[in-house]
């Protein structure tokens, strides 16, 4: 199964940092944030990752194409483009990614977390696949569980004590009812961790969206549609999750990983 990993934002909540690198490529440990993920994301048994990237893109390209992080990827066996310039693949030892710029396909003026999905439904195919946040630090054994190849879309969540920041997944049985966000009034605990197991049904599902009140394309809006049709179900983090979205959490994490080698 193939997991696409979206890292097209700058991350302003990231403030200076990313003044001249997308936060994806913030060292943690001596190591680009997006390194460690991607790590995860091997263990996880993963071997071909669509990566879509935006802001700085050809950072993430070169960090990839790094010698330096051999030890992950392994050598470079080939490299292909697509004429356009869309789509850049190249195959390691270890692992095939394929790089796909969302500005390219879709252009800088469409935004929103649907957005990363529209640029690849070419790529994909028609086949079930994962999808998960470049800026959200998932564990091996959460990122295998949602590899559920069946005719349902998955969606993982974590308990939170202040429901209210975030955007809760709202269940019945182990069914999708709705995502609400950050809701004024408890509905539960719930939250949406971004990553989700997806059939090829979601792009017809993304087809009738339309911009939300901010002016973006939510995936959440795609999801809540498959929702009403008993089409989606609730996983629960069983491991860890670190979000990876202001410089507080570049402590924590660090903390973290230190921690757990």
Not at 31 to 44: E, G, I, Q, S, T
Not at 124 to 144: A, H, I
Request: glycine share 8%; net charge positive.
């Amino acid at each position: 199964m193939k997991i696409v990993i979206s890292a097209a934002g700058k991350g302003t909540r990231m403030l200076h940092l990313t003044k001249h690198k997308p936060k994806h490529l913030i060292e943690i440990k001596g190591k680009p944030f997006l390194y460690h993920l991607l790590k995860n994301v091997k263990k996880a048994g993963f071997s071909d990752i669509i990566l879509v990237v935006g802001y700085k893109g050809e950072q993430i390209k070169e960090f990839l194409e790094s010698p330096r992080y051999g030890d992950l990827f392994g050598k470079v066996s080939f490299v292909t483009e697509d004429r356009q310039g869309l789509h850049y693949t190249f195959c390691r030892s270890k692992i095939k990614i394929t790089l796909v710029d969302q500005f390219k396909v879709l252009g800088k003026k469409k935004y929103g977390t649907a957005c990363a999905l529209m640029a690849v439904e070419g790529v994909l195919g028609r086949e079930n696949f994962v999808s998960g946040c470049g800026d959200n630090l998932y564990s091996p054994k959460d990122l295998k569980a949602v590899k559920i190849n069946d005719r349902f879309n998955y969606v993982v969540g974590l308990i939170r004590e202040h429901p209210e920041q975030y955007g809760i997944l709202v269940t019945e049985n182990s069914y999708l009812k709705k995502i609400v966000e950050k809701p004024k009034k408890y509905v539960g605990n719930l939250s949406n961790t971004g990553l989700y197991k997806f059939t090829p049904k979601i792009f017809k599902a993304i087809k009738k969206i339309k911009k939300s009140p901010r002016g973006e394309y939510e995936i959440t809006d795609a999801i809540t549609l498959l929702a009403k049709e008993k089409k989606v179900k609730v996983l629960k983090i069983k491991d860890y999750f670190y979000d990876f979205g202001n410089p507080a959490d570049i402590m924590k994490i660090s903390k973290f990983l230190a921690k757990k080698s």
